[in-house]
């Protein structure tokens, strides 16, 4: 005899999950040691050009200001493939036998610079010689397009960014000479794998990136002094408790808007999103800041006396500490 079916409550597992995952944890809302991170990397080139990350934003996510605009459901869940990515990565590592670490930190005093690497590899079984590993998942024809495959004009290459961090690996880890960057893709799982190395540039160096077909790119502007140079731009202000003028444009008019989308793929339909008001910027920096409202937002008085007296004047963050300077962390 079938069991009558008793309807439980409407409310939905997934939205249910979703709430879950969006809501901030007990670890994430604990106060870190302030830092910079390499995922706020930037440097400016010889034509002046910002490449990288905003500095005001470095600054909002060293003092923990509380994101006004934080990742959604999906990109959480995002997130979360991505982890599971690594991990399958790491597991294969293992069993393989070319794992030999993972989550290596490093610190660099000068910038007060945090950062951790993915994993730390033999090339081959039985190598003398140790590379490190940084594993970035995707999505998407652009990703893969500009990453991963590449058109019929251009040649794949990394992001920006993702050269400037496995730079600051390199030179920060006297171990490793050779870094491999390697993009799966989420959904389709393409795959592209990338040597990057330094070469030696007078006092500084800059990274050269070994592609598909062993194209070879030299990144001659992307020089470590220069991006170093920001991070200590970025720590300037903070000691002096001033707020960076914002490196991009949070809002735009409506020829700034129709400029920069005649520069860009996928432009035109971006504008017709900015012409209809559901966005504010073209700017991808800018729009995807989980601080983009409070930067909006910001008077002019509040600006100048920032962080001391943060909006309503009631938050004062944790004060950079040049003790931190004499710490030697691995």
């Known amino acids: ?121 033999y090339p081959y079984r039985k190598a003398d010689t140790l590379i490190g590993l940084e594993c970035k998942s995707f999505y998407g024809n652009y990703t893969k397009s500009s990453c991963v495959t590449g058109t019929k004009t251009t040649t794949a290459q990394p992001k920006i960014e993702h050269i400037m961090q496995v730079a600051m690996y390199l030179d920060n880890i006297s171990m490793l000479e050779e ?28 990274p050269v990136v070994v592609g598909p077909g062993a194209i070879t790119t030299e990144y001659k ?23 960076p003028a914002v490196d991009y444009k ?20 971006k504008l017709e999103k900015f012409k209809d008001g559901e966005i504010l910027t073209l700017d991808w920096q800018c729009r995807y800041c989980n601080h983009r409202s409070l930067c909006r937002g910001l008077s002019r008085d509040v600006i100048e006396k920032f962080p001391v007296r943060y909006a309503a004047g009631e938050f004062k963050p944790k004060q950079y500490d040049a003790s931190m300077a004499d710490r030697n962390k691995p």
């Open 1 to 121: 005899m079938r069991r009558k079916h008793n309807r439980t409550d409407s409310l939905s597992v997934l939205s249910q999950i979703d709430q879950f995952i969006v809501k901030p944890t007990s670890k994430a809302l604990e106060r870190r040691e302030p830092h910079m991170y390499p995922t706020s990397a930037s440097f400016i080139d010889s034509t002046g050009k910002i490449n990288g990350k905003c500095l005001r934003q470095a600054v909002f996510s060293y003092y923990g200001i509380p994101e006004t605009n934080p990742p959604d459901a999906q990109a959480q869940y995002t997130f979360a493939l991505g982890n599971a990515i690594e991990g399958l990565v790491g597991d294969w590592l293992k069993q393989m036998g070319l794992f030999v670490a993972h989550h290596v930190k490093f610190y660099r005093p000068d910038c007060n610079l945090s950062g951790e690497i993915d994993f730390v590899i």
């Open 250 to 269: 949070p809002e735009m008019s409506l020829v700034e808007a129709t400029q920069a989308a005649s520069e860009m793929p996928g432009g035109k339909s």
């Open 179 to 206: 870094f491999r960057l390697i993009y799966i893709g989420r959904d389709t799982f393409d795959r592209q794998e990338y040597t990057i190395y330094l070469q030696e540039n007078g006092e500084s160096a800059y």
């Open 221 to 243: 502007e992307m020089t470590m002094d220069r991006i170093y140079s920001r991070y200590q731009q970025a720590m300037d202000h903070i000691r002096a408790n001033k707020l």
